[in-house]
């Protein structure tokens, strides 16, 4: 299967402006997401999405290609991944002639992410009968919803957080897709595969909160697995 890594990464960001070319643990943010891609052994090509001209500058010093400059009717605060995605499949095809068989949307703001989490959400989707696959996170804890301003328990019982029952929340660290279900509206189609990361992949970087927690891992990584992060 031909499988293309999309990074999106605009420069329009508000939280922390210009996040993703923001050095964490030494490098660009979107160094460490791009390196995860190049040595996955399922990404055949890494592709990032953008409309900054320094963002773009800096993928390519990082080793990802940008073979186009994202229109800025796809940049606004509003606009979603979706026709963001078809547009950078649409527009490679287009370049290359080369049917696309899978595409990974990975998000330069979840710098924990591992190649290998990658090659699982790839082989996820080449072997189940899925639309898509996404990336999930366990959480074990006591939570309560809102309803016609009542507070209303999410728990049968409360209990310590080893005994209850585990929920799992949406990372958008990795989605994978079939080309063939991609249009401007949808990229995950109906039928929709998951697999579970780490609680470390899913810290998504929308604060300097979360920047500063991301350094801190990295470094802890960095000191454990030694070169192989460099």
């Given at each position: 299967?031909?499988?293309?890594?999309?990074?999106?990464?605009?420069?329009?960001?508000?939280?922390?402006?210009?996040?993703?070319?923001?050095?964490?643990?030494?490098?660009?943010?979107?160094?460490?997401?791009?390196?995860?891609?190049?040595?996955?052994?399922?990404?055949?090509?890494?592709?990032?999405?953008?409309?900054?001209?320094?963002?773009?500058?800096?993928?390519?010093?990082?080793?990802?290609?940008?073979?186009?400059?994202?229109?800025?009717?796809?940049?606004?605060?509003?606009?979603?991944?979706?026709?963001?995605?078809?547009?950078?499949?649409?527009?490679?095809?287009?370049?290359?002639?080369?049917?696309i068989?899978?595409?990974?949307?990975?998000?330069?703001?979840?710098?924990?992410?591992?190649?290998?989490?990658?090659?699982?959400?790839?082989?996820?989707?080449?072997?189940?009968?899925?639309?898509?696959?996404?990336?999930l996170?366990?959480?074990?804890h006591?939570?309560?919803?809102?309803?016609?301003?009542?507070?209303?328990?999410?728990?049968?019982?409360?209990?310590?957080?080893?005994?209850?029952?585990?929920?799992?929340?949406?990372?958008?660290?990795?989605?994978?897709s079939?080309?063939?279900?991609?249009?401007?509206?949808?990229?995950?189609?109906?039928n929709?595969?998951?697999?579970?990361?780490?609680?470390?992949?899913?810290?998504?970087?929308?604060?300097?909160?979360?920047?500063?927690?991301?350094?801190?891992?990295?470094?802890?990584?960095?000191?454990?697995?030694?070169?192989?992060?460099?």
């Amino acid at each position: 299967m031909y499988t293309v890594a999309v990074i999106p990464a605009r420069g329009g960001s508000k939280g922390v402006p210009l996040k993703n070319i923001r050095e964490v643990a030494g490098k660009p943010l979107i160094a460490w997401v791009t390196a995860a891609c190049l040595r996955s052994e399922s990404v055949d090509r890494t592709v990032v999405s953008t409309d900054h001209e320094g963002i773009a500058r800096v993928a390519r010093e990082c080793g990802a290609e940008v073979p186009f400059m994202r229109p800025p009717e796809l940049s606004g605060d509003l606009v979603t991944l979706d026709p963001v995605i078809y547009h950078a499949v649409t527009t490679l095809e287009a370049g290359n002639h080369r049917q696309i068989d899978v595409v990974l949307t990975v998000q330069p703001t979840c710098p924990l992410l591992r190649p290998d989490t990658i090659d699982r959400s790839v082989k996820t989707l080449a072997e189940g009968d899925h639309d898509s696959v996404i990336m999930l996170k366990e959480i074990r804890h006591l939570y309560w919803r809102r309803e016609n301003g009542q507070f209303l328990p999410l728990f049968d019982r409360r209990a310590n957080r080893q005994e209850l029952d585990p929920l799992y929340s949406e990372t958008g660290a990795v989605f994978a897709s079939r080309r063939s279900i991609i249009t401007p509206d949808n990229r995950l189609g109906s039928n929709i595969g998951h697999i579970v990361g780490s609680e470390e992949e899913a810290i998504d970087i929308d604060t300097l909160i979360d920047l500063k927690l991301a350094e801190l891992v990295l470094q802890r990584r960095r000191e454990t697995e030694g070169a192989c992060l460099d």
